[in-house]
């Protein structure tokens, strides 16, 4: 299909009657006819998975000690086998960035992240939280 000189009509699985390009589908199985003025056709078949579902976050959490503010949390992110550092974190507590997969000089409590790809938190991000015990010596 040439772009140039033509106008599109679009029948989505989805949503027949929609003629116009789809931004931020769902997730799940899609499908997409794209037909020229002139009646060329070409048939899209796609399936959008939910991030929650490909992304693997494994936690090493250090309590604090006697309640100070000593705990860590640390976490190695995959999605796909790729590496962690392409991940954008953004902390309950207020540290955000591409390099807070792990955080340190926690108080005892809960602690949330919002874990993205780009670092938009536009529908592909996926939060988790975790527990900052309390280590008391014996």
């Known amino acids: 299909m040439d772009p140039i ?14 003629n116009f390009v789809w931004a931020e589908l769902p997730t799940g199985n899609h499908s997409v006819t794209v037909t020229t003025t002139n009646g060329c056709k070409k048939s899209l078949l796609f399936s959008i998975e939910d991030i929650a579902d ?17 705990g860590e949390i640390n976490l190695n992110v995959t999605l796909d086998e790729q590496e962690s550092s392409q991940f954008f974190y953004q902390w309950s507590h207020g540290l955000s960035g591409f390099d807070y997969s792990s955080v340190y ?34």
């Not at 693997?56 to 000593?70: F, H, K, L, T, W």
């Not at 874990?115 to 309390?134: A, K, T």
Request: hydrophobic share 25%; with cysteine.
């Open 5 to 18: 000189g033509q106008n599109y009509n679009y029948s989505w699985s989805h949503h027949p009657n929609w």
């Open 54 to 70: 490909v992304v693997n976050v494994y936690e090493d959490n250090i309590p604090s000690e006697c309640g100070q503010n000593n």
């Open 105 to 138: 000089n926690l108080s005892p409590g809960q602690n949330c992240v919002t874990i993205s790809i780009d670092g938009s938190l536009n529908n592909c991000s996926v939060q988790r939280c975790f527990e900052v015990d309390v280590y008391k010596r014996q």
